[in-house]
């Protein structure tokens, strides 16, 4: 069983190194800490490695103990979570490649199995959701500290507990979190409420020029390198604006495009029924889940639209 390989390789290995994917989110930065907490509690060597971190999530322990670089020996063990492809560990891949054993721990179904063993469960609405089914399968106690890790994971990957892809487990394991005193209302309020000042205007700016495409089935919008500069907005402050063209009454699929520092769009996809946005995010070399998912593209503004829109209006019914 997987779960055996992967509790074997962890008491044996040496040093461990934890990865992540590039603009980490909740899930990410949760399951990553989680992660580093329980091999600590059970005397491990490890590093966690996150080159930029969002400051919301700086109130969960061992946030300080994340490290921007690596060491430059070898890691015995890499594990990567929240991680479905080892492109999206960014410069980080060198770790992962790296080391002598290597371990994928993650939830989205375009994973491309690039550990020796994955653990991929695309059933899960999060990887820290998983990631209590190791925990308890190596008999690690879930404290208060990785609880407030894993109930992060939780509670961003589920969209605050609304998306489809939640679990009976979802709300069994956040009860048990509860339990032990991890104060879920706090978290709740700090990872999907609270908004800082830039990114209340950056908002604004993508708000205002949203438009409703195709019958009103297609929402799309973008914000610049430029006002990104003048906003001073940092990794993760853009979170949240494709949401809002979801939530708009007959959108089925929302598109948000953000200029990138060294040129080119990062694009999020995000579906409300039967659109499949994993599959057209696939096409451009991208991946995700069936209504979140997100790729690059590399043109103009208006062309990058052009070709994301016109491969979305296939989808539409
Ligand atoms: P977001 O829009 O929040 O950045 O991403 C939504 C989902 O799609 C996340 O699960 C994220 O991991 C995944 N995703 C975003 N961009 C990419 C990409 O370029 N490649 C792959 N494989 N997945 C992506
Ligand atoms: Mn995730």
Redesign the pocket.
């Known amino acids: 069983m997987i779960l055996d390989n992967i509790l074997e390789e962890i008491n044996k290995a040496e040093d461990i190194v934890i990865l992540t994917?590039e603009?980490p989110?909740g899930d990410?930065i949760g399951s990553s800490l989680a992660l580093y907490g329980a091999l600590k509690s059970m005397g491990k060597k490890a590093d966690v490695i996150i080159p930029e971190c969002p400051e919301i999530f700086n109130f969960l322990p061992w946030y300080e103990e994340i490290r921007k670089e690596g060491k430059e020996e070898k890691y015995s063990l890499a594990i990567a979570l929240?991680?479905?492809?080892i492109?999206?560990l960014n410069g980080f891949a060198k770790y992962f490649e790296t080391a002598k054993t290597k371990i994928v721990i993650d939830h989205?179904g375009?994973n491309t199995m690039f550990g020796d063993f994955n653990f991929v469960n695309p059933d899960s609405p999060a990887a820290c959701q998983i990631l209590v089914t190791v925990l308890e399968y190596m008999g690690i106690e879930i404290n208060k500290g990785i609880g407030a890790c894993i109930a992060t994971g939780i509670i961003t990957?589920t969209g605050g507990f609304r998306h489809s892809t939640i679990k009976p487990e979802t709300f069994e394991f956040t009860a048990e979190l509860l339990k032990k005193g991890v104060n879920i209302s706090s978290i709740y309020r700090r990872v999907m409420q609270i908004t800082s000042m830039r990114q209340f205007e950056i908002r604004r700016i993508a708000l205002n020029r949203m438009e409703f495409l195709e019958d009103g089935k297609i929402a799309f919008t973008y914000i610049t390198k430029k006002e990104q500069e003048e906003l001073g907005i940092g990794v993760g402050d853009h979170?949240g604006i494709?949401e809002f063209g979801r939530d708009v009454e007959g959108v089925e699929v929302s598109i948000?495009l953000r200029e990138l520092p060294d040129g080119g769009y990062?694009?999020?996809?995000?579906s409300n029924e039967y659109v499949n946005v994993?599959d057209i995010?696939?096409l451009f070399?991208?991946?995700?889940?069936p209504k979140?998912?997100?790729?690059?593209i590399n043109l103009p503004l208006e062309q990058s639209k052009e070709k994301l829109v016109s491969e979305t209006k296939k989808y539409l019914k």
């Open positions: 994917h603009t989110d990410a929240d991680c479905s492809d492109k999206r989205h375009s990957d979170e494709v948000f990062k694009a999020s996809f995000r994993s995010c696939l070399g991208g991946g995700g889940h979140a998912a997100g790729c690059n």
